[in-house]
């Protein structure tokens, strides 16, 4: 919302510093974004007549005018302009004058000829967009009465941020009103009283279908007006506040909206066919040619204004072409109403149009204002268009209540924690438009005026009353209470531990976007049933690779690791926790949101550091900090989870009963691809939420060990096909209890056992609680471990 | 003889010796390149070929003794050691032991961690709340009527008529990053208690100097509703190009909780009151850390995390 401070100005005292007024209104709640200068500042600028015009002798398209500048006074000034004439009033730019856009005059000599000063165009003067030629002055002025005083004074124009709660202060008139109350000020705007020349009929049918969709209508015919360009004041207002100066009529019309806050409208009372104005629902298919040049197609939930034959405007957003003010016009109907917010908010978006007028009834209007604002809108039509009114029409079927609140002191003391008696209350609100009776201290009367619907309850006076008062002013003193936390949300520390424990690890942590493209199930080859297919779309999003809700971080962790890559960075250890977001098979309720922790490893062939030269990342790398992670916080991964393997993928699964914990390998093809990495990305994806359910939060502490350990080495024979895993699991089982800890430590292929045959090396740990072992003890579960390997697994001991 | 009389000398110098560093000095007098020791082994070319090799002999027994008094002196001292420390085949200690790469959290993770803590510090809990959200409590609960201007105060993405994405409290959030969301309600709450803790949050993070103002505002949840703008950190509040010559930074929405908002969760608003603010992660961690384009924080660039 743009305020003219001149404007403004005609209705309240202002401070002399904008910086202030800036200030004071900002704190008071009415945000001011932006203000600017407006208008022209320099005395240089001059009214002055062109007394002769002669061609430039060297430059067909110059002319070498003499302006008379003052009575006394002439300047030769050259002139590109093709319509420069003699006896024109032009404004004249002195020497030494500044022009809005920077340009300051001198003295010049162009093609030979010294010239003087310049006579301005629109643009030069900031105003309009005219360029084509010189600024010619209708009328008769004083030579060198400054160009300000006469079309542009020097204005501030402050760009307010008005909460789409504050319909009110949609207007020049609301925002005195808050100015007035923030100094203890008063604030007057004028008031215009219509004497109606009283017909003995009406001369146009006023129906209105609904007290709902249209709770007042006041229309009023104001017959013989002359169509003509605005005074210069009233263009000028208008421009101030950013509205293109059209007409009288119409910047009429306008410029009560921007003081008052109504909108209005005028149709040409002759194109309105059958003497009738009827406020009804569109028909399905009814067509409006509108005053944007568009055209509409309507239903029947859109509300339009129309005559005997068809709609003539769309209520409360845009007149039709048809019926507009033209410079022909004599006869207006002026319409003057309330519409029902939310019909206007809905048909103005169904049809994707924004009017001021569309802004100010989707907000809620003022119906108590509508006769005042058409009063006003007729006198000035009087005033500056001529014309006789006729009779008000005024028929309003939803005439509100009057809203009376009873109001507790204690309340200011309950929510602000400031003390304030009913004196206080009421002499705080009053300015504001609040008329406050109080039979005591402790309860207020409080009667809300009618353009205040945001006011519905007493937490809405507080507001009112903390704003008068002054934000600022709350909670000095610091008379506040203390809180202990109630405690911890365990999962959100597990992540936080979780992404540490990568960090340390060498992982750096990204955040990605929560959308996708959405082409990611078919590049990764997810099956049919796979909870990822199950997508959330985005009705409306704002662009086509965010139409998905994601169902996995890698698309967006893999974009990184393109982007990153491109940037040279060829080694990247990444990992992430985020949400993703799976739809119910059904398709409907709110969709499950799964916390996942991806790890992506890749790493250039060639990539080497001198102490760990020709190590390329592989599986066992992204296997290895899945595993290591699971046992910083104790989750035993590799033997609770089950472990499956793919060769053709190359990808290995961890799954707890049928659920999928971890999934995690190397990039396939074609999603490779896709990305066109030329280096191979492993990665893993896990359920953190599940790994979360499976970790020991809290565990309770063990005795350490008192007796000493035993150690034996092994080295077993292996045939193809059979696993460490079947080996590891034989050796648990059948250490039994005294198995502290086994470890490979080597693996061997090569020409001193048989071919086709793995020997692996071992190094295990017994240990009893109660005793120290003995070596036959050993001995004898040693035998038995190999006994079983040999029958189960045909594993031998390396001899 | 000379051998006898250095070695003689050594072993004085080594008993008297009470400090490992002085070994070095000791072994290079003896045994260095120009030590008196090394001097008679290089004599000894210069003698009569049939005394060569006895005085050969003696001179290396000398070196022996030397060395092994010194190895005996240095262990006694302490400091010593045995085995190698580093690889086969390495000899220069200087040589890098890693290559300049190192994990780290997200800077927005960090700043995440940071707020948190400051609440947890002032009493508050850590809940996570659904980013896909009912209508209903998207907008209804909050106070936001239907069909209603206000709605249009943040992108709001839907998927469903009634299903949609969880809009952010606060204008100075940006749209589907982290934010934090305060509640606090009991008898009693007041807007002191808000401005209290939003000044404590803002002091921790931002320095003890930092003061905050109020300037009213409005959300459809709170009443009275505010925006909070700190003072500027850079110029403490003189006006800088950081904060745009203002001397206040916006940075979070806060407010009373509207009595609607509490009904809907079956709180009597004439018995409680509360207080509710957001704050946006990236909005703090943009200002905390200089970062002057939010772009940088969801495009993951590492030589943009490595920074922090």
Known sequence: MLISMNWLKRYVPVPDSVETFVHDLTMAGLNVETWRERGLRDPNIVVGRVLEVAKHPDADRLSVCRVAVSEAETKRIVCGAPNVAAGQFVPVALIGAALPNGLTIKKTRIRGVDSEGMICSDIELGMGQDAKGIMVLDGEYVLGTPIADILMPPDVVLELEVTPNRPDLLSHAGVARETAAIYQKTFAVPEATVESAASDKPEVRLEIESGSDCPRYVGRIVRGVKVGPSPAWLANSLEAVGINSINNIVDITNFVMMELGQPLHSFDLKKLRGGAVIVRRAFDGEILAALDGETYELTKEHLVIADEKGPVALAGIIGGNDTAVTAGTADLFLECACFHPTLVRRTRKALGISTEASYRFERGSDREICRKASDRAVALFQEIAGGTPGEVLDVYKGELEPRVLDFETIEVRRLLGINLGAADVARLLAPLGFACTSKDSDLVRISVPSYRADVAEEADIVEEIARMYGYDRIGKGWDYRCTVSAGVEHFDEFMEAVLDHLASRGFTETITSSFNEGSEADAFGWPADDPRRERIAIRNPLVSTQRFMRTSLLPGMLDVVRRNLDQGLKRLYICQAGKVFLGRPDGRGLPEERWILTLIMTKPQGDDFWLNMNKDVDLFDIKREVELMGRRFKIDIWHDFHYAFQKKTGMFTYAVRDRTMIEGGILNDAVSAKYDFDQPVFYAEMDLAGLFKACLISPRAKPLPEYPVSKRDLSLVVKSGITWQEIEKSLVKNCGGLLESLKLFDVYTGDQIPSGTTAYGIKIQFRANDRTLTDAEIDSVIDKVLSKLKNELDVELRS | ?308
């Not at chain 2, 004599?43 to 001179?59: C, I, Q, Y």
């Not at chain 2, 390495?90 to 994990?103: E, F, N, Q, R």
């Not at chain 2, 808000?194 to 709170?222: A, C, Q, S, W, Y």
């Not at chain 2, 018995?271 to 961690?285: C, K, Q």
């Open chain 2, 1 to 308: 003889m000379d051998v006898d009389r250095i070695v003689q000398s050594a072993k004085e110098e080594l008993s008297a010796c009470t400090d490992a560093h002085d070994l070095d000095t000791i072994r290079i007098k003896y045994l260095g390149r120009k030590g008196s020791l090394t001097a008679l082994l290089r004599a000894v070319k210069d003698l009569p070929p049939a005394e060569r090799p006895a005085a050969g002999a003696a001179v290396n027994a000398a070196k022996l003794q030397i060395e092994e008094l010194l190895s005996a002196k240095e262990a006694s001292l302490g400091g010593a050691r045995s085995g190698s420390v580093m690889p086969e085949g390495v000899s220069d200690p200087t040589l890098p032991a890693h290559d300049g790469i190192a994990g780290r959290r997200h800077i927005l993770s960090r700043v995440f961690r940071e707020m948190k803590n400051i609440f947890r510090g002032l009493g508050y809990s850590i809940a996570h709340g659904p980013d896909v959200e009912l209508e209903y409590y998207n907008f209804q609960a909050l106070n936001f009527p239907e069909e209603h201007p206000s709605r249009d105060l943040q992108d709001t993405f839907y998927i469903t008529d009634d299903i949609l994405l969880r809009t952010q409290t606060s204008p100075v959030q940006v749209r589907f990053m982290d934010q934090v969301e305060g509640l606090y309600v009991d008898t009693d709450v007041t807007m002191a208690d808000l401005k209290k803790d939003v000044e404590l949050f803002t002091r921790e993070m931002f320095g003890p100097n930092t003061r905050i103002r109020f300037r009213p505002h409005f959300f459809p949840f709170t009443e009275p509703s505010a925006e909070a703008d700190m003072s500027c950190f850079a110029c403490q509040g003189s006006g800088c190009a950081i904060c745009g010559h203002a001397g206040w930074i916006e940075i979070m929405g806060a407010g009373m909780v509207h009595p609607n908002v509490l009904r809907a969760v079956e709180y009597d608003p004439e018995v409680y009151s509360g207080f509710a603010f957001g704050i946006g992660v990236d909005r703090i961690a943009m200002l905390k850390h200089g970062v002057n384009d939010i772009r940088l924080f969801l495009g993951n660039d590492l030589r943009f995390l490595e920074q922090f």
